[in-house]
């Protein structure tokens, strides 16, 4: 357990800190399993600091000095860790889910297993750090370097790693499934039963120059989304057929597809929602099922590993979000979830990604306040249900398809006034 005095002398801040140091030269802080969630501890200097198994969820350790620190495995979830010092810091298995590391120095520090989904790392230092079996499923990582860095396992989910140097990092056995990679430079990186799925590796630097040291899994949709750009050197090193190397160079110039599209629906819009998709899929939108009533638990527990830390059914990356807009859709929490994170993505991307569809007249006719929010808000695309033969039906579903196959910024997807009859 922690040395009390030493917790309370930790809370008091960087000059009380700095004070103990003068006076008891040589010695280390004893934060063992301590509670400090929601401390301000700016620029404090805890180097070389027990701190295993100690609490510092939301903790403010801006610019603080927590290099050669025992942090494993210490629950660190959205702490701010702005500007840090962790060299050489023991992190294994530490909890730092949506933390910001951003311009952090994690220089040769032990992250084996460390969860770190959602974490901003922009410009962090990630020189020679181990991140085998790592969790960076969502991590902002732009601008950082992982020069000589381990990440063997480790996964990069969805992660954006715009401008990030691998120079040297070991990336054999990890899984790169929808990342940013514009301007990676992966330069004298090694690759070895590494999965590029869904890569867009067109703007990639590097990649004819990197270490194979076993074959990697490249994608169908990788070559599809890189339009015929990899450099064929590197699909021949990662032991790519040479037919499909062929057929990646028959690729250039071609349109990519349009992008991932999932339906939103409560359970009793399902038969609906199937046959929306069957519909669109006939006018070449990539689309799938979303209902409510086909994922997994949404709670994610705060103390949980890397293998646990969140139930994968939950999550969905997609391009655009359709919503089958009924008064039981918009009653589901589940759904409402939905409409929200859509919103957001929104706001986020400046592009249209929220698609109201309605099954009938009922919803524009809601007293829901909701209902009326979202209908001032958003278009809504009027799909009579079990009028599938009509001419207003299939001039209304090729009309949302033809939005559904473009980006468009997300002024195009608010009503106009005409449009509303005011």
């Given at each position: 357990m922690a040395n009390m005095e030493h917790v309370q002398l930790a809370k008091r801040g960087r000059d009380a800190v700095a004070r103990w140091r003068e006076e008891n030269p040589g010695e280390t802080l004893d934060l063992n399993a301590a509670y400090m969630s929601h401390t301000r501890m700016p620029q404090v200097d805890l180097r070389g600091a027990d701190m295993r198994d100690s609490d510092l969820?939301?903790?403010?350790?801006?610019?603080?000095?927590?290099?050669?620190?025992?942090?494993?495995?210490?629950?660190?979830?959205?702490?701010?860790?702005?500007?840090?010092?962790?060299?050489?810091?023991?992190?294994?298995?530490?909890?730092?889910?949506?933390?910001?590391?951003?311009?952090?120095?994690?220089?040769?520090?032990?992250?084996?297993?460390?969860?770190?989904?959602?974490?901003?790392?922009?410009?962090?230092?990630?020189?020679?750090?181990?991140?085998?079996?790592a969790n960076l499923v969502g991590a902002n990582l732009t601008g950082a370097d992982f020069s000589g860095a381990n990440l063997n396992?480790?996964?990069?989910?969805?992660?954006?790693?715009?401008?990030?140097?691998?120079?040297?990092?070991?990336?054999?056995?990890?899984?790169?499934?929808?990342?940013?990679?514009?301007?990676?430079?992966?330069?004298?990186g090694i690759a070895g039963y590494t999965v590029f799925q869904n890569c867009d590796l067109s703007e990639v630097l590097g990649l004819d120059h990197m270490r194979h040291d076993a074959p990697s899994t490249v994608g169908i949709d990788t070559l599809?989304?890189?339009?015929?750009?990899?450099?064929?050197?590197?699909?021949?090193?990662?032991?790519?057929?040479?037919?499909?190397?062929?057929?990646?160079?028959?690729?250039?110039?071609?349109?990519?597809?349009?992008?991932?599209?999932?339906?939103?629906?409560?359970?009793?819009?399902?038969?609906?929602?199937?046959?929306?998709?069957?519909?669109?899929?006939?006018?070449?939108?990539?689309?799938?099922?979303?209902?409510?009533?086909?994922?997994?638990n949404a709670l994610v527990e705060r103390h949980s590993t890397s293998d646990q830390e969140e139930v994968e059914r939950w999550v969905r990356t997609y391009d655009k979000l359709m919503l089958v807009f009924t008064e039981r859709g918009i009653d589901s929490e589940t759904v409402r979830n939905d409409i929200t994170q859509a919103q957001e993505l929104q706001q986020d991307r400046d592009q249209w990604t929220l698609f109201l569809v309605a099954p009938n007249s009922a919803i524009s006719q809601s007293r829901n306040r909701l209902a009326r929010?979202?209908?001032?808000?958003?278009?809504?695309?009027?799909?009579a249900e079990g009028g599938t033969d009509s001419a207003d039906y299939q001039d209304e579903i090729a009309n949302l398809a033809a939005h559904l196959r473009q980006t468009e910024p997300a002024a195009d997807g608010v009503?106009?006034?005409?449009?509303?009859g005011l």
């Open positions: 969820m939301g903790a403010m350790l801006h610019r603080a000095n927590l290099s050669g620190c025992h942090l494993n495995p210490s629950h660190m979830y959205r702490a701010n860790l702005i500007e840090a010092d962790l060299t050489r810091a023991l992190l294994n298995g530490a909890n730092l889910r949506g933390a910001n590391l951003s311009g952090a120095d994690l220089t040769d520090a032990d992250m084996d297993r460390a969860v770190l989904s959602d974490a901003n790392l922009t410009g962090t230092k990630l020189n020679g750090v181990n991140l085998s079996r396992g480790a996964s990069l989910v969805r992660a954006n790693l715009t401008n990030a140097k691998f120079d040297g990092a070991d990336l054999y056995e990890s899984v790169l499934n929808s990342p940013v990679l514009t301007g990676a430079d992966f330069t004298n599809c989304r890189s339009g015929g750009q990899i450099p064929r050197g590197f699909l021949r090193d990662a032991g790519v057929a040479v037919a499909v190397c062929d057929f990646q160079e028959a690729l250039a110039g071609v349109a990519p597809e349009s992008g991932d599209c999932f339906i939103s629906c409560s359970a009793g819009d399902v038969d609906y929602a199937r046959q929306l998709q069957n519909d669109l899929r006939g006018h070449g939108v990539r689309c799938w099922l979303f209902p409510e009533d086909a994922r997994g929010s979202l209908s001032s808000a958003h278009i809504v695309f009027n799909l009503p106009k006034v005409e449009d509303m």
